[in-house]
């Protein structure tokens, strides 16, 4: 009996750990709705946004709206970021517990979460550089390098002298601020350890997560074309998988955000730098 109430006070001072997620599981404060709705929400977000930034240029009489709409991803993206940190606080509210735990430990001493973060990108980024040229390979017959979304085809080049330069301002220094903490904690953070919890089974969270974490990419932007759309999602799969798989050893998001930043940074910069050039 002392060991059991040790073992429940630890769970409830850790209300992100695996233990706490299955009291909460088999009590019923965790349904599958809530991670489900994250997962896929967060790409029917996307389209959304691009959307309604279509819309707009519709209304402005742009040649084509939809394609035209796909450069402005890193600024509607955030808009995606509204709507699932949105349901994240609605889940973890009725769960009884705070956006924040979510989070897991940060270890600021010594730079340890610093450190331990760069040393992930390391590790990752090569991931998603070879899971590019792979993509690149089974679609095209080719090898390239791909580490970028697609920034709407040929199509938006012929309007991209027209965004304006708080675009660049913007994508550069907020978009990735918002969008990488966000990102981590819809799919690692909330929805991975969940279903894990749910499921029973390590596997079955990894590929339902993993599949709609890569899908995601082939909606940033929505290019209505199949060769972009397989591109996009087999590109990121190499990294995402090692990026749950490292997450599930040590259940802390900031050094996974950390990792993750140079990343969309350099995404940002190739974006913003393509359409400056054009």
């Given at each position: 009996m002392p060991e059991l109430r040790e073992h429940s006070a630890a769970a409830t001072a850790v209300p992100n750990s695996i233990s706490a997620l299955r009291a909460r599981t088999s009590?019923?404060?965790?349904?599958?709705?809530?991670?489900?709705?994250?997962?896929?929400?967060?790409?029917?977000?996307?389209?959304?946004?691009?959307?309604?930034?279509?819309?707009?240029?519709?209304v402005r009489h742009?040649?084509?709206?939809?394609?035209?709409?796909?450069?402005?991803?890193?600024?509607?993206?955030?808009?995606?970021?509204?709507?699932?940190?949105?349901?994240?606080?609605?889940y973890t509210r009725a769960e009884g517990i705070s956006l924040r735990s979510l989070f897991g430990r940060i270890c600021l001493r010594g730079g340890r979460d610093l450190w331990l973060?760069?040393?992930?990108?390391?590790?990752i980024?090569?991931?998603?550089?070879?899971?590019?040229?792979?993509?690149?390979?089974?679609v095209?017959?080719?090898?390239?390098?791909?580490?970028?979304?697609?920034?709407?085809?040929?199509?938006?080049?012929?309007?991209?002298q027209e965004l304006p330069f708080w675009?660049?301002?913007?994508?550069?220094c907020v978009w990735w601020v918002v969008w990488t903490p966000t990102e981590q904690l819809t799919y690692q953070g909330?929805?991975?350890?969940?279903?894990?919890?749910?499921?029973?089974?390590?596997?079955?969270?990894?590929?339902?997560?993993g599949f709609w974490w890569s899908l995601q990419h082939s909606f940033l932007p929505l290019v209505l074309d199949w060769h972009s759309v397989v591109v996009r999602f087999v590109m990121v799969v190499p990294g995402?998988?090692?990026?749950?798989?490292?997450?599930?050893?040590?259940?802390?998001?900031?050094?996974?955000i950390i990792a993750q930043w140079p990343m969309d940074i350099l995404v940002a910069l190739m974006t913003t730098t393509s359409v400056i050039h054009r």
């Amino acid at each position: 009996m002392p060991e059991l109430r040790e073992h429940s006070a630890a769970a409830t001072a850790v209300p992100n750990s695996i233990s706490a997620l299955r009291a909460r599981t088999s009590d019923g404060g965790i349904s599958w709705t809530g991670p489900l709705v994250l997962i896929v929400g967060r790409s029917a977000f996307l389209v959304a946004a691009q959307a309604v930034v279509a819309l707009l240029l519709l209304v402005r009489h742009a040649p084509t709206p939809w394609t035209s709409a796909g450069s402005w991803w890193t600024v509607y993206g955030n808009l995606a970021d509204l709507g699932c940190l949105a349901l994240l606080w609605r889940y973890t509210r009725a769960e009884g517990i705070s956006l924040r735990s979510l989070f897991g430990r940060i270890c600021l001493r010594g730079g340890r979460d610093l450190w331990l973060g760069l040393g992930l990108c390391l590790l990752i980024f090569p991931l998603m550089v070879v899971g590019g040229m792979f993509a690149n390979w089974l679609v095209f017959g080719f090898f390239i390098a791909s580490t970028a979304p697609a920034a709407g085809g040929s199509a938006a080049a012929s309007v991209a002298q027209e965004l304006p330069f708080w675009r660049t301002i913007y994508s550069l220094c907020v978009w990735w601020v918002v969008w990488t903490p966000t990102e981590q904690l819809t799919y690692q953070g909330f929805a991975l350890p969940r279903l894990q919890a749910l499921t029973g089974r390590t596997w079955v969270a990894l590929v339902l997560v993993g599949f709609w974490w890569s899908l995601q990419h082939s909606f940033l932007p929505l290019v209505l074309d199949w060769h972009s759309v397989v591109v996009r999602f087999v590109m990121v799969v190499p990294g995402i998988a090692v990026t749950m798989l490292i997450y599930l050893r040590i259940r802390r998001l900031a050094p996974m955000i950390i990792a993750q930043w140079p990343m969309d940074i350099l995404v940002a910069l190739m974006t913003t730098t393509s359409v400056i050039h054009r």
